[in-house]
């Protein structure tokens, strides 16, 4: 059973900070390029950062310099260090798992809300 599992989330003041974790099990994590999205209400689903399995990153512009996506093959997690969070960062975050040649499904977490407010 693939399961990817977020936590982290949380509300955060203004200029604060989160990391966000995601945990997958039953994939070749190894192997998959890791993303993290995220949507806000009223608004589509939108790409905030990618992670190939060879680490290279992607960025959004309305995220670079601020969040940075990283992985851990051995404990099977990516995460997402957010720092100088606005309200325009509030929304629920989704990371998910590209397909590969070798699995050609993607997978998708549960989701987990961000909400940046004083």
């Known amino acids: 059973q693939v399961q990817l599992v977020e936590s982290g989330g949380g509300l955060v003041q203004p200029g604060g900070s989160l990391r966000l974790s995601c945990a997958a099990s039953?994939?070749?994590?190894?192997?998959?390029?890791m993303s993290w999205y995220r949507q806000a209400p009223g608004n589509q689903r939108e790409l905030v950062a990618w992670?190939?399995?060879?680490?290279?990153?992607t960025y959004a512009d309305f995220v670079k310099g601020r969040f940075t996506i990283s992985r851990d093959n051995a404990k099977n997690t990516a995460f997402l260090q957010m720092n100088s969070l606005n309200a325009e960062d509030t929304g629920v975050y989704y990371c998910?798992?590209?397909?590969?040649?070798?699995?050609?499904?993607?997978?998708w977490g549960q989701g987990i809300q961000v909400t940046v407010s004083s």
């Open positions: 998910k798992a590209d397909p590969t040649p070798w699995d050609a499904r993607t997978y």
């Open positions: 992670i190939t399995s060879g680490g290279g990153v």
């Open positions: 039953g994939i070749a994590f190894s192997t998959k390029r």
